[in-house]
């Protein structure tokens, strides 16, 4: 099938040949015979109320239309919905277009559960470089999904949608409460490794060492943060529905990690010497 392409071409006389309206109807055009003949043998020009403003859209005339989800639906269903409205009602030769962000949502669809495995990983592969071990990163990884049990709270309690924004907000939290955890895994593991402490008592001492740091830091992101949501004004939807996510998973990555993350240290730090241990080979009989 041959590409079509539209090309905007003008055609026009010279400036004292146009400088009235009916100086249109002094134009020639072929007729069917093959004559020229004027277009105001054809046509009548008379002045009209049009539009004052006519929108295209990749050089088509176009109508815009702003929607937006109603409470307790997200933003794409509001692009399904209106997609069956337009298949349904639209006459034929008609058709239709996303723009700005329902564009951008369109095409990302659902890849942000790829951006967010591929997250994960990077996180796991440098955690894994940095303890050497394939096993201990599990301990900070473990307390990512802590984090999103604020944003799911928070979207789910004020009837918000999941859009973009909302998105990125997970992604950053990827980083944010792997921050936290990696405070209390490091030292623990400096406790049990080069100190020689109990699994236990180092993954105890790690929390209370580190509790301090985390609260501080946490509760400082989280006053930052908060301009986000309250933000009005042009993009205010946009920031507040980024902050919100991030502000709802520090809190809950904040109050969750010093109780769930040692218990993830120690859980992954005996199956990790469990591994490393040597088995003990039964003896055989002599003859």
Not at 168 to 177: F, H, M, N, P, R
Request: glycine share 8%; aromatic share 10%; net charge positive.
């Amino acid at each position: 099938m041959p590409l079509l392409r539209t090309f905007q071409v003008y055609v026009q006389a010279d400036s004292k040949y146009r400088l009235r309206p009916e100086d249109i109807e002094k134009l020639y055009v072929r007729s069917q015979n093959g004559n020229m003949v004027p277009l105001g043998s054809l046509i009548r020009v008379r002045e009209m109320v049009g539009p004052s403003l006519i929108s295209l859209y990749n050089l088509y005339p176009t109508a815009t239309i702003v929607g937006t989800s109603g409470q307790g639906f997200s933003s794409g269903e509001a692009i399904d919905a209106m997609e069956q409205i337009a298949q349904r009602t639209l006459p034929p030769g008609a058709g239709y277009e996303w723009t700005a962000m329902s564009y951008q949502e369109k095409q990302v669809g659902n890849q942000i559960l790829y951006v967010f495995g591929f997250a994960l990983l990077l996180v796991y592969l440098c955690l894994a470089g940095q303890y050497e071990s394939w096993i201990a990163p599990f301990s900070v990884l473990l307390a990512v999904p802590l984090s999103l049990i604020g944003p799911a709270a928070a979207l789910a309690g004020l009837g918000l949608a999941n859009n973009l924004y909302t998105q990125i907000g997970l992604v950053l939290l990827i980083a944010l409460s792997a921050k936290n955890a990696i405070l209390i895994v490091e030292v623990a593991r400096e406790r049990r490794v080069i100190h020689g402490e109990p699994i236990l008592e180092a993954a105890a001492g790690a929390a209370r060492a580190r509790f301090r740091p985390i609260i501080v830091t946490s509760f400082a992101f989280v006053l930052g943060v908060v301009s986000l949501v309250t933000a009005t004004g042009a993009g205010a939807n946009a920031r507040a529905s980024l902050g919100l996510s991030v502000l709802t998973g520090m809190l809950a990555s904040t109050c969750l990690a010093v109780l769930f993350v040692p218990s993830f240290f120690v859980v992954s730090q005996r199956f990790e010497e469990w591994r490393a241990a040597p088995k003990s080979v039964p003896a055989r009989d002599s003859v």
